[in-house]
């Protein structure tokens, strides 16, 4: 039994919960050299960063709010 956090109602017990993204945002990674061993040999592979989404704030919802979102 949980409240669900989109529409505010207490949901009977035995419905799944499910997670709602509701707000991400810009990463940027930066560049990093001589990460990655390469196997067999003694020399190293850089990462070379970019650019992607993380997650800030995501919400419990019942399975009704989840289909909407």
Not at 11 to 25: C, M, W
Not at 40 to 46: I, P, Q, S, V
Request: charged share 35%; net charge positive; aromatic share 6%.
């Amino acid at each position: 039994m949980y409240r669900c956090e989109m529409c505010k109602e207490l949901v009977p017990p035995g419905t799944p919960s499910h997670r709602v993204v509701v707000e991400t945002r810009e990463k940027h990674y930066p560049y990093r050299p001589d990460l990655y061993a390469i196997k067999g040999k003694k020399e190293k592979k850089a990462d070379p960063g970019g650019v992607g989404r993380e997650i800030v704030r995501e919400v419990i919802a019942c399975p009704r709010c989840a289909d909407k979102a």
